[in-house]
């Protein structure tokens, strides 16, 4: 076994550039995996040049996405995402499907080694052809680590990838980010009291179109499924999503395999039902157009950093507006003034 | 009783431009409520002229401000928001202290009517020589209505109010608006099972540095001390806040004034204690700042809608990511580009 220092050079090395940067776009859309790690290295990274050689691809990659079901995972630590991942993906493979799995913040399973050398999580799933796990982008990232997802989930698709999962922790902040960028939610829970004071928070609850409750065997299965009716009637007094679709739950074991067919069939419904009411291409245009709003306020942070007499002001503004010696409306009033000249 | 019609029609008059703008400032921090009710109407203004008067009247006023303890409420419509308020702000008003009430989003009890002719509503604190009572701002408020809010806060200090309270509907989007310019957040709730669940948001929960259940009187009383506990020990679960505050929860009734005492003594005794630890003034601090930032935004995105090029460009561009013609990276590029030129 590699130590964890060489897996993460193998790691980079195995990402670094390589080959006709011309072509990538091509050996993308063929189905190449490297050309896709190659890519989203790309899109990752924090380099100007790296970061417009990205674009070029994603722009010839963009007329072959949005053919995936994009699917979001959170839950806290423990509650067995890596192992309910590695189950569900596999199960998909062996359906015919192609999964691709990115993460999102640095403190989900994926980043904590998965593919860096360490065999203890997805080792099925990470050697499986039919599977690309990705773990998160670093915060260097040129246009946000949201961005980067949100362009590295396109190029999944592009390289024919049709279940996209996004790994986030839910007791962060990312989980807004993670929902504006997929078709569905998907909560995993524990059976037990008090789980969900133990950290979830009700707005996440508010957003899961699906709660699964992990690790139903063995005695668990029936307190599983009392879980499963109380979270059914705790949805049921939520305002209906916008979607018009009544949140599910579902049992499952990650560890024996069972019941994935149910999570997986009720994903299928959600996506034939909205993509029949027009739902499903409406939220993703919305997402379209935000994801654009974003990148101008990420371009405008940008100029207001890298400008050095632009940043001064802006340092000097901040400290008269704590200080009331002028209010905010003025002071943003002067700096969007000096952005603009 | 006047009509809703000439209600609204007599507080428009009143609250219309007159006098010389220029004293303004003088007449509101010796105290004149005419004169702070104009200011403010300057600042909820949509016209320019205006919002650059009430910015002049601002800036005199700035060094009168920051001496109040700034306080938000917020709870689900039928908890008792006005009656709480009422009944809170006549018994701050007995110790001496000048309370205003300010409204947040246009659903909350204020703009329901009360100061436009409705006397069902805080008709002893609306008549109340210490008391000032403002309703929600048109949405159409230059720089937008939380930066109208935060300004009005800044105009009632330098009048003199030294606890201004700022009322919420506690099912939106405003709470955190709220949370960020307040000094601490209150949640008025009911006793009674199910509470949580019918349309208080967990995030709204996690945000409260004091919890209020009110109508504890009658045969309320027993189930509202038994809902004191339960909601104690369920704060106790949440991760402790950075202000370092253990939330507390404190049972009152509003129609019959009791135990508002010992609302107001857990209010003082966080305040002594977040001023000794310097919380205090690094929170506001911090708003300061994050104002600044959230108006430098309005102001870019001003420009975007206010230029018909922009404008027009910028829906081509949304139209061109939501059809995959173009990544929002390079979009935005384009749009920063062109309004930066």
């Known amino acids: ?46 380099n100007k040049k ?5 674009q070029a691809v994603i722009k010839k990659c963009l007329p072959h996405t949005g053919k995936s079901i994009r699917l979001g995972i959170t839950g806290v630590p423990g509650v067995g995402k890596s192992t309910f991942i590695e189950s569900f993906g596999t199960y998909l493979t062996q359906k015919g499907h192609r999964v691709a799995v990115l993460a999102v913040d640095p403190s989900s399973t994926l980043s904590k080694g998965s593919i860096l050398g360490d065999k203890t999580r997805m ?51 990312s989980e807004t980010e993670i929902y504006n960028m997929v078709d569905f939610f998907t909560l995993l829970m524990l ?4 789980d969900e004071l133990q950290g979830i928070k009700r707005g996440i609850m508010e957003m899961a179109d699906l709660v699964i409750i992990n690790k139903a065997d063995g005695e668990n299965l029936k307190t599983a499924k009392y879980a499963r009716r109380e979270y059914q009637n705790a949805l049921h007094l939520f305002p209906l999503k916008a979607s018009q679709l009544q949140p599910k739950v579902q049992i499952c074991s990650s560890t ?9 069939n009720t994903l299928t419904s959600f996506a034939t039902k909205t993509k029949e009411s027009g739902y499903f291409d409406e939220k993703r245009k919305k997402q379209a157009v935000s994801s654009l709003h974003q990148s101008i306020r990420y371009f405008i942070d940008q100029n207001l950093k890298e400008n050095d007499e632009l940043a001064a002001e802006l340092k000097k503004k901040e400290i008269e507006v704590t200080h009331c010696k002028t209010t905010a409306y003025q002071a943003a009033q002067a700096i969007v003034k000096m952005l603009l000249k």
Chains 1, 2 share one sequence.
């Open 50 to 54: 790296n970061k417009e050689a990205a």
């Open 123 to 173: 080792n099925n799933l990470s050697v499986n052809e039919k599977a690309f796990i990705r773990p998160s982008p670093s915060s260097g990232a040129l246009g946000g680590v949201t961005n980067a997802t949100r362009e590295s989930i396109l190029l999944c698709e592009a390289a024919g990838f049709d279940v996209i999962m996004i790994e986030t922790v839910g007791v962060g902040q």
């Open 191 to 194: 059976a037990g009291a008090g």
């Open 256 to 264: 024996e395999g069972t019941n994935m067919n149910a999570v997986w």
């Open 1 to 46: 076994m590699l130590s964890k220092k060489a897996a993460i050079k193998r790691f980079k090395k195995r990402a670094a550039l390589k080959g006709d940067d011309a072509q990538l776009a091509e050996r993308l859309t063929a189905g190449d995996i490297s050309a896709l790690s190659k890519c989203i290295t790309l899109v990752e990274s924090s």
